[in-house]
């Protein structure tokens, strides 16, 4: 019969602030994180384990979130900064960004320059999309299918690109460099 390891205990174990504020540091020493995430990573902790001091666990997880921001381990403006450009260098568009950064807990407030330099990015990153993807001016060779150009545009808009954008880049034909290189330069001016 073969060998079974044992399943490891999965009862509640204790947890106290000391502990709580140990895992928020380890927490934050690991990930790029919001106050908001590691608000949420912090009541999960809270709720799959017994509390054992007298102090509100709450509590302890906004001081723990307050002392990580005082101490400059948390930043939400510099966080949404790294997000919003890390996905506008991947080719996601605007309307993505903005999702994430809700998504993430980052207030509008401290969103406002990152979806600004989004929106400033908008086409050099739908174009980045379009050559990742072979899209329109990069694909191989030119397709008059209709249901193609649908799927193309509906890549493009999941992507979180406007749908004139989208339009205007697949209208351009593989291999027109010039009609790319106007492209290219209205995306330098905006």
């Not at 709580?20 to 999960?44: G, I, P, Q």
């Not at 174009?127 to 030119?142: D, I, N, Q, S, T």
């Not at 004139?164 to 106007?182: E, F, M, S």
Request: with cysteine; hydrophobic share 50%.
């Amino acid at each position: 019969m073969a060998n079974r390891r044992a399943l490891p205990d999965r009862s509640k174990r204790p947890l106290g602030a000391a502990k709580l504020d140990e895992l928020a540091l380890a927490y934050v020493a690991r990930f790029a994180t919001s106050r908001a995430k590691l608000m949420r990573y912090l009541a999960r902790k809270v709720r799959e384990s017994e509390w054992a001091d007298d102090i509100d666990a709450m509590t302890v997880c906004e001081a723990i979130a307050d002392r990580m921001e005082r101490l400059r381990y948390l930043d939400d403006r510099q966080y949404a900064a790294m997000r919003a450009g890390a996905m506008t260098r991947r080719g996601l568009g605007v309307r993505r960004v903005k999702a994430q950064l809700y998504v993430d807990g980052i207030a509008p407030a401290d969103s406002g320059e990152a979806v600004a330099a989004a929106e400033d990015a908008a086409v050099a990153a739908a174009l980045g999309f379009a050559r990742r993807r072979r899209f329109g001016p990069f694909a191989v060779r030119a397709s008059d299918d209709p249901k193609l150009s649908e799927r193309q545009v509906a890549a493009f808009l999941r992507a979180g690109h406007s749908l004139a954008l989208a339009r205007h880049i697949l209208a351009v034909a593989p291999g027109d460099d010039d009609a790319l290189a106007a492209l290219d330069a209205g995306a330098a001016l905006d």
